[in-house]
């Protein structure tokens, strides 16, 4: 198992987690929590997938449902559903940061296995990040959080631009991936931390 594959892991169990504290948070019934967190963890796959045209992993590989599952019933078991809700505020800004930063990795890693240029590895690490948060903030009447905090999708698209810029110099490999990884989840937590917003018309 390659550095790749376990960052795409952590970010699908980060994700499923996100997504099951927000069904918790809207008081949706257990089949409402299992779609809220699905969509958030394998959305922007899919949506990346479709648009270079190949088969979502999701159909085809097993991982991220073994992943999936057991984060939800880690979750469960832990009883996030009985935190406070500034608990689960909290937990919710740590899962969704993670899963923002490690998805935006390997979906612009997937722009880089095709040869795609600087603006074909960003956009696809940026949906990759996220494509799975629109899907479910909208599913459950929210406005999606790219829209409403700032230098969230900023974040992916710093990520997705020292992807690139690591490529090109040739020093993509385990140890700057989970330093990248590491590095882009405190940057997020920072800038939500001091409310770093980009300018607003």
Do not use: C
């Given at each position: 198992?390659?550095?790749?594959e376990i960052i795409h892991m ?22 409402g929590v299992l779609i809220t ?165």
């Open positions: 198992m390659n550095a790749t952590i970010g699908t169990a980060a994700f499923a987690m996100s997504g099951y504290l927000v069904g918790v948070r809207k008081r949706l019934d257990l089949l967190s699905i969509l958030t963890a394998v959305g922007g796959g899919i949506i990346r997938d479709a648009i270079i045209g190949r088969i979502p992993l999701a159909f085809t590989h097993n991982t991220a449902w073994w992943v999936i599952g057991v984060t939800l019933l880690l979750s469960w078991l832990f009883k996030l559903q009985q935190s406070k809700k500034r608990e689960l505020a909290a937990v919710f800004l740590l899962a969704d940061s993670l899963g923002l930063v490690a998805f935006t990795i390997t979906g612009a890693q997937a722009g880089l296995m095709m040869d795609l240029n600087i603006f074909g590895v960003v956009l696809l690490g940026f949906i990759t990040a996220v494509g799975g948060g629109i899907v479910r903030d909208t599913l459950v009447n929210d406005i999606p959080m790219i829209l409403r905090q700032d230098f969230y999708g900023t974040v992916s698209i710093i990520v997705g631009l020292a992807i690139y810029a690591l490529h090109a110099l040739g020093w993509i490999n385990p140890f700057t991936l989970n330093l990248l990884l590491v590095g882009g989840y405190l940057l997020r937590l920072w800038a939500y931390r001091v409310s770093w917003r980009l300018p607003r018309f």
